[in-house]
């Protein structure tokens, strides 16, 4: 037995040192970490467990029956972060460049299985070279697999993909699928086809980072929602983020003590928003003062910057707030500020995060390019997912609310549970001037004096229907603070629909516009 143990220690070694110093030091040289050092900072110290490390490939051919490594070039395994479980599987770039092969898959299904059977989240290190070729449609099978359970595990378990190395054709759609997608400055890329194909094809030239890269898809394409300039503050940001996520869709996010009074008065809140409404502000700002000691994860912060989405903590308990941005585009709703608050809404509803919605909207986008886009279509995602979502919705106007954008942004007639406003909101069809020039269109041209006559009834319709309390007054704003109690506000608001229940009707699912 003993002779038999030190026969396992020497493979468990040769497995753990990977498949040697040469392998090791091309991947340092290219700027990356391995495998096990990726895993030991994700996970903490000492808690993973590693599955099948001794699985190898049985393929033959083209001469991969002579090199059968062990763990055929992806980790698996699960593990702890601050102390709750989460399930990983990694790429191991120096075995096969990561590719994906029948060996390589079915590890990954089953650390898949076992992440939804367990009800904890996953976490997939991606550093690969796609399918492998060698092994043909069986590699492509093993995709359509990994495709199957990310599908199966949406809104049951928190997915988050972390992009460590190219990522090209099929292999870009697990991440797509998955509800966080990470990525590294420079050394990840993600593409459906590499810039030979592009060229080939279209004769565009163009590098691996400028079709694919971080700085890419977190600005341009909206594939990526976090990026960074090196793996070790990524992978804690990952932490960061896995802090604040329940394990699965029957638990609540974890609540963690706070030192930050709930009774805390926002003074600053008067001086940070103009009353007047053309003026430009930084929500950003706003969002500081209401949370936690001024500390919230926002979600796309480079993409669609007209709407921040943000995960945070009122009272300890975490929130995804929605909030449109003045500081960008005046905070209008356009096609991508559309998907990205759509997608957010989804992710807290299937995920039990109350979600507040801070409004300072004054309506969609106009253009051609908008309306030829599909805003229609864009702006329905945000409200399909506004209407379906079940989690407590607590929504605060703080300025302007104008027009259809107002109902979108989880007005109470689409089934917000509470609406504040602030003593400086307006809520109107549309903005005064563009409301007089529509009403009174004809008394203006016949007065003699057109633009004294605009002023007086742009006035008049101010006073009549768009000061503060009109709405209150009908019911549709549940009360004006303060600004400087809105943290208060928010915090007995949420606790009082903490244990809030909604029956959905029976269907198989609803069929959202795409």
């Not at 976090?226 to 638990?251: I, K």
């Not at 269109?441 to 605009?454: C, G, L, N, W, Y």
Request: proline share 5%; glycine share 10%; hydrophobic share 40%.
């Amino acid at each position: 037995m003993r002779s038999q143990v030190e026969e396992l220690d020497g493979i468990r070694a040769s497995v753990l040192a990977g498949p040697g110093e040469k392998a090791t030091a091309a991947q340092k040289a290219k700027g990356k970490l391995t495998v096990r050092e990726r895993i030991g900072l994700l996970l903490d110290e000492g808690s993973f467990h590693e599955v099948e490390p001794l699985r190898r490939h049985r393929a033959t051919g083209f001469g991969l029956e002579a090199k059968r490594p062990y763990t055929d070039g992806v980790v698996t395994g699960w593990g702890t972060v601050e102390g709750r479980t989460v399930f990983v599987y990694a790429h191991d770039f120096r075995i096969f460049g990561g590719a994906l092969g029948e060996a390589h898959a079915a590890k990954i299904h089953k650390i898949m299985d076992m992440a939804i059977a367990a009800g904890a989240p996953l976490v997939s290190l991606n550093d690969g070279a796609g399918a492998r070729i060698q092994e043909g449609v069986t590699a492509l099978a093993g995709y359509g697999g990994i495709f199957r359970r990310n599908t199966a595990a949406s809104g049951v378990i928190p997915q988050i993909s972390v992009m460590l190395g190219p990522c090209a054709g099929g292999a870009a759609y697990s991440p797509a699928l998955t509800d966080f997608v990470f990525m590294v400055r420079e050394t990840s890329q993600m593409f459906i086809t590499g810039p030979d194909v592009v060229k080939a094809v279209t004769g565009e030239e163009i590098s691996q980072n400028g079709l694919g890269g971080a700085d890419v898809h977190a600005e341009t394409s909206g594939v990526c929602h976090f990026a960074y300039d090196d793996e070790e503050t990524c992978l804690e940001e990952v932490r960061y983020l896995l802090s604040l996520l329940p394990r699965n869709n029957r638990e609540n996010p974890p609540p963690v003590p706070c030192d930050d009074p709930a009774d805390r008065r926002c003074e600053a809140l008067a001086d940070l928003v103009p009353v007047d409404g053309n003026r430009p502000y930084d929500m950003a700002r706003v969002i500081e003062e209401i949370v936690d000691d001024g500390e919230y994860l926002e979600v796309h912060q480079r993409w669609a910057r007209n709407i921040i989405c943000a995960l945070a903590r009122l009272d300890g308990q975490v929130v995804g707030v929605v909030a449109n941005q003045p500081q960008t585009l005046a905070g209008v709703l356009d096609i991508e500020a559309s998907e990205k608050a759509a997608r957010f809404v989804q992710m807290c509803d299937a995920f039990s995060i109350p979600i507040v919605t801070l409004l300072d909207v004054p309506g969609f986008l106009p253009g051609v390019g908008q309306e030829h886009g599909g805003i229609i279509r864009h702006g329905a995602k945000l409200l399909y997912a506004y209407c379906d979502a079940t989690v407590p919705r607590i929504s605060l106007i703080l300025r302007k609310a104008y027009g259809g954008a107002y109902i979108v942004m989880d007005s109470q007639s689409i089934g917000a549970d509470l609406t504040y406003a602030w003593p400086t909101n307006e809520i109107a069809v549309m903005g005064a001037e563009g409301a007089a020039n529509v009403i009174f269109r004809r008394q203006i041209a016949e007065a003699e004096d057109p633009e004294t006559k605009r002023a007086e009834l742009v006035k008049e319709y101010k006073a009549e229907l768009m000061h503060p309390y009109y709405a209150a007054e009908r019911g549709l704003v549940d009360d004006v603070i303060d600004p400087a109690d809105t943290r208060s506000v928010l915090i007995g608001a949420l606790a009082m629909l903490r244990t809030k229940h909604a029956e959905r009707p029976a269907r198989k699912h609803g069929n959202p516009p795409q």
